[in-house]
């Protein structure tokens, strides 16, 4: 967690603009929209701010007939932002949500919408840091229990040890935090405009 802290989650939180956030770098990209603005047929959200999704694109993007649009810093954050806040729920670290419910999952439980820098940073930071104090609080035992985490496609998969699971939370966060400083680099790079789009894309 440190490392994935220093030299990702720093680059991708640090200094973060509701312009960032909200940045599009080709049309047609997945985003955080108004619900009266949203572009897709199966979005996620209850509120006036929802997330961009289509499930039979999805499917078709997982049997390669199609390429899944890029997706916005919003996007990413609404994905992973309060995961690590979620995992402390988790029934091995002391709380009281099973992961085989899928309550770490933005596709399979109801997680908010950011549609500010502010709030979508200060989630995701508060969450990875009430995690690593439930790690260091954790003993080998918890650590060790079998749990089950959901599975795709939609069943829990087998019984592995909590930090099996937890490994697999950090490394979604880590990847997907690897992703919102490549788009912050790009958003630079290109003084915030919207590049043309390459066919196929």
């Known amino acids: 967690m440190l490392f994935v802290e220093m030299f990702t989650l720093h680059r991708a939180w640090t200094d973060l603009t509701d312009d960032e956030l909200l940045w599009e770098p080709v049309s047609g990209s997945w985003s955080v929209r108004k619900r009266a603005e949203c572009q897709t047929p ?60 899928g309550w770490t999952s933005p596709y399979l439980t109801d997680h908010p919408v950011f549609s500010s820098a502010d709030e979508a940073v200060t989630t995701v930071r508060d969450g990875w840091r009430a995690l690593d104090r439930a790690i260091q609080a954790s003993t080998d035992g918890e650590l060790e229990q079998q749990t089950r985490f959901w599975g795709y496609p939609g069943h829990p998969g087998p019984p592995a040890p909590g930090y099996q699971i937890l490994a697999s939370i950090l490394n979604e966060i880590s990847h997907h935090a690897t992703q919102v400083c490549m788009l912050r680099d790009l958003y630079r790079a290109v003084g915030g405009q919207t590049m043309p789009r390459r066919p196929g894309l």
Request: aromatic letters at 12%.
């Open 42 to 101: 199966t979005p996620f959200g209850q509120g006036d701010w929802v997330v961009d999704f289509d499930g039979d694109l999805v499917q078709a993007a997982a049997e390669g007939k199609v390429a899944e649009p890029l997706t916005t810093v919003a996007w990413l954050f609404w994905h992973i932002g309060s995961m690590p806040g979620r995992a402390v729920d988790l029934d091995f670290l002391g709380g009281s949500k099973k992961a085989d419910t």
